[in-house]
């Protein structure tokens, strides 16, 4: 899928600990792996150095790392990534538009992964989970998958760890399928060469009386039918074409005007549908309402405009944000940070009040320097659904 990387520019997105990076940096690409965690980078470093084999490795929230990485220009020839990353990402529109906004033209992204099929089932091959649910799975912790697969995982030979190792922190998974992951790809302008399925999983013991195929490849009991437990994508950035945001047309940031006022109703509908369907169709509908007849008239509004169509707005009231909803159809380009750092040039210090359940929401201005200063455990309206308080300084 990746073809012959020597002497080409790779980027390994959640690296972990880098044993990949090196493997690809022995075949002679210039390897930069990213990961959130600093144990896992410092020991990739720590490793490129004793192994004599060169590669850089870089601390970092993936979505923050593809902003800085787009707004320093920089570039590659090939993206890889493998197993166990896309549950830890809330949003893959982002990813995917991270992943084109970096490759150069021409260049290619290989990624393999378990299949989310295989994901339904809890270690004793019951049906247990939803497929693709539209919500993050709680999870107890991470568990020792390593240590778990044995000699699956240990190419090198299997030395014991700590034994009997119990995670005290919990964790939340996001189960893409794969309709989720190549229409990502597609919408941020990549060309799907290669859609390939595998009824086995490389190393990795995750079921009930797996059994090895050769070579590490380790399948379903003889009992039970074949089914799928990994696939892989091989995508191009196609020649002489731009990634999501190079080139597109520019956002125009300009106060609302009153006729606009049913194009952010219907924004604001659909937005709201996403990020807060704890809500419910029925009070959904009477807030729009209500978003109609008094936030809009009260409101400091200001819209994002892509080619003269409307695709997203702000409501601010002082400093404060009172809405930030932008078109689905377009998430994920930049339109929501656009705004708010619009706001930020005019006003200065913002705040802004977010449903606890809208992880994305959060999760989106956190990234954009919001910090938590307060948490209610009921809404302006009483109900019982949390609500975070967050302040952004100057």
């Given at each position: 899928?990746l073809?012959?990387?020597?002497?080409?520019?790779?980027?390994?997105?959640?690296?972990?600990?880098g044993?990949?990076?090196?493997?690809?940096?022995?075949?002679?690409?210039?390897?930069?792996?990213?990961?959130?965690?600093d144990?896992?980078?410092?020991?990739?470093?720590r490793?490129?150095?004793?192994?004599?084999?060169?590669?850089?490795?870089?601390?970092?929230?993936?979505?923050?790392?593809?902003?800085?990485?787009v707004?320093?220009?920089r570039r590659?020839?090939r993206?890889?990534?493998?197993?166990?990353?896309?549950?830890?990402?809330?949003?893959?529109?982002?990813?995917?538009?991270?992943?084109?906004?970096?490759l150069?033209?021409?260049g290619?992204?290989?990624?393999?992964?378990?299949?989310?099929?295989?994901?339904?089932?809890?270690?004793g091959?019951k049906p247990?989970y939803?497929?693709a649910p539209?919500?993050?799975?709680?999870?107890?912790?991470?568990?020792?998958?390593?240590?778990d697969?044995?000699t699956?995982?240990?190419?090198g030979?299997?030395?014991e760890g700590?034994?009997?190792?119990t995670?005290?922190?919990?964790?939340?998974?996001?189960?893409?399928?794969?309709?989720?992951?190549?229409?990502?790809l597609?919408?941020?302008g990549?060309r799907?060469?290669?859609?390939t399925?595998y009824?086995?999983?490389?190393?990795?013991?995750?079921?009930e009386?797996?059994?090895?195929?050769?070579?590490?490849r380790?399948?379903?009991?003889?009992?039970?039918?074949?089914?799928?437990?990994?696939?892989?994508?091989?995508?191009?950035?196609?020649?002489?074409?731009?990634g999501?945001?190079?080139?597109?047309?520019p956002i125009?940031?300009?106060?609302?005007?009153?006729?606009?006022?049913?194009?952010?109703?219907?924004?604001?509908l659909?937005?709201s549908?996403?990020?807060?369907?704890?809500?419910?169709?029925?009070?959904?509908l009477?807030?729009?309402?209500?978003?109609?007849?008094?936030?809009?008239?009260?409101?400091?509004?200001?819209?994002?405009?892509?080619?003269?169509?409307?695709?997203?707005?702000i409501?601010?009231i002082?400093?404060?944000?009172?809405?930030?909803?932008?078109?689905p159809?377009?998430?994920?380009?930049?339109?929501?940070?656009a705004?708010v750092?619009?706001?930020?040039?005019?006003?200065?210090p913002?705040?802004v009040?977010?449903?606890?359940?809208?992880?994305?929401a959060?999760?989106f201005?956190?990234?954009?320097?919001?910090?938590?200063?307060?948490?209610?455990?009921?809404?302006?309206e009483?109900?019982?659904?949390a609500?975070?308080?967050?302040?952004?300084?100057?």
């Amino acid at each position: 899928m990746l073809g012959d990387v020597a002497g080409l520019e790779l980027l390994h997105l959640q690296c972990n600990s880098g044993q990949d990076s090196l493997s690809l940096a022995r075949l002679g690409a210039r390897v930069t792996g990213v990961d959130i965690s600093d144990e896992a980078i410092a020991f990739a470093t720590r490793l490129s150095e004793e192994s004599g084999i060169a590669a850089s490795f870089e601390r970092s929230d993936l979505f923050e790392w593809f902003e800085r990485a787009v707004a320093d220009g920089r570039r590659f020839d090939r993206v890889f990534a493998s197993y166990g990353t896309i549950c830890w990402l809330s949003d893959l529109g982002v990813w995917a538009r991270g992943i084109a906004d970096v490759l150069r033209p021409g260049g290619r992204f290989a990624f393999i992964e378990f299949h989310p099929f295989a994901m339904v089932f809890d270690p004793g091959w019951k049906p247990h989970y939803d497929y693709a649910p539209k919500n993050p799975v709680a999870e107890a912790g991470v568990g020792d998958y390593v240590a778990d697969s044995g000699t699956g995982l240990a190419i090198g030979g299997y030395q014991e760890g700590v034994v009997g190792f119990t995670n005290p922190h919990p964790s939340f998974e996001f189960n893409w399928g794969i309709a989720d992951v190549i229409q990502a790809l597609i919408d941020a302008g990549l060309r799907i060469e290669r859609l390939t399925e595998y009824p086995y999983a490389n190393g990795w013991v995750g079921f009930e009386g797996m059994r090895d195929l050769g070579d590490r490849r380790m399948a379903p009991p003889a009992t039970m039918p074949s089914l799928p437990l990994m696939y892989s994508i091989a995508a191009a950035k196609p020649e002489g074409k731009q990634g999501a945001r190079d080139g597109a047309a520019p956002i125009t940031i300009r106060p609302w005007r009153p006729e606009e006022g049913e194009r952010l109703l219907a924004i604001w509908l659909a937005a709201s549908r996403i990020g807060h369907p704890f809500l419910g169709e029925a009070r959904l509908l009477e807030q729009q309402q209500l978003v109609r007849d008094t936030y809009l008239p009260m409101a400091d509004n200001w819209v994002a405009a892509i080619d003269g169509q409307v695709v997203g707005f702000i409501g601010l009231i002082e400093n404060f944000i009172g809405g930030l909803f932008v078109d689905p159809d377009i998430h994920g380009a930049g339109i929501g940070r656009a705004l708010v750092e619009d706001a930020a040039a005019r006003l200065g210090p913002l705040e802004v009040s977010v449903y606890a359940d809208n992880q994305a929401a959060v999760d989106f201005y956190r990234r954009r320097g919001f910090v938590e200063t307060a948490r209610k455990e009921t809404d302006d309206e009483g109900l019982p659904l949390a609500v975070i308080e967050m302040t952004r300084s100057a």
